[in-house]
């Protein structure tokens, strides 16, 4: 998505200074910058992508048109999540597929021009001495256990609880696994039998399956395969209210 070229790293060193020129890129993105990045991510636009050049900079954009992409592509339609949740979850979200999407660009650049274990090794080790992008942007920086060591276990033990804390978040009312949801369940009620019978894919058209994840619009009720609409369980975990591609063009066109 890079508006100008950028000289293609083949080295260990030029690939690790292209990941440290994205790398600030998308921090400023997600700290000085914050107010122009939250603003640039419209829920009504679509899917949008957030970009880390080798310059430093960063840019919002939509995805390359290209299949397959030149490089590996950033996480897809973080705008969408913008307004389902709390501002700092929702960079902190931003943040770690960030993190991903830099490792991703770095070894792809170190595959194909053919690194070897010695070279991707070293290119992890000087990877790994910075701090990730989440870490920066949450401010929870782990030191190495050789530094730990000298600070009081107390400290140290409610770091970690504090990180813990935040796995188990309970799922949204978007989640859905099974068919639509069933209120006041008794057996015998035909009607209710067939709604689940009759559900339907509004991408696909495809009926429901018990082995799949669905998710219901807000905005329409339309219940979606998750693969239909690019969303997986875990990122539907962070969505407070969701809105199907239709629903998201219909609002962007009004």
Not at 123 to 149: C, H, R, W, Y
Not at 211 to 237: L, N, Q, R
């Amino acid at each position: 998505m890079e508006g100008t070229p950028h000289p293609i790293p083949r080295t260990v060193e030029e690939v690790f200074s292209d990941f440290k020129g994205r790398r600030s890129g998308l921090i400023k993105a997600l700290t000085s910058d914050v107010e122009k990045f939250y603003q640039q991510c419209d829920p009504d636009k679509e899917n949008l992508c957030l970009y880390g050049l080798p310059n430093e900079t960063w840019e919002v954009n939509l995805p390359v048109e290209e299949v397959p992409p030149e490089l590996p592509e950033p996480a897809l339609g973080i705008n969408f999540a913008r307004d389902g949740m709390q501002e700092k979850d929702w960079l902190s979200l931003v943040a770690v597929h960030s993190d991903s999407w830099l490792l991703a660009v770095a070894f792809y650049f170190g595959a194909r021009f053919g690194f070897g274990k010695n070279e991707r090794k070293r290119l992890f080790q000087m990877i790994n001495e910075l701090p990730t992008i989440f870490e920066a942007v949450s401010g929870n920086v782990k030191q190495p256990k050789d530094q730990t060591a000298t600070h009081n276990n107390s400290g140290k033990s409610k770091s970690s609880g504090k990180m813990q804390s935040r796995q188990p978040e309970p799922q949204t009312k978007a989640i859905k696994v099974s068919a639509p949801p069933k209120e006041d369940y008794e057996s015998g009620e035909e009607e209710e039998e067939d709604d689940e019978q009759g559900a339907t894919c509004g991408a696909c058209g495809e009926s429901y399956g018990t082995d799949e994840f669905w998710i219901c619009c807000d905005m329409c009720e339309k219940w979606f395969h998750g693969k239909c609409v690019k969303i997986t369980p875990a990122k539907a975990e962070h969505i407070k209210q969701y809105k199907c591609p239709s629903c998201s063009g219909k609002r962007a066109r009004v």
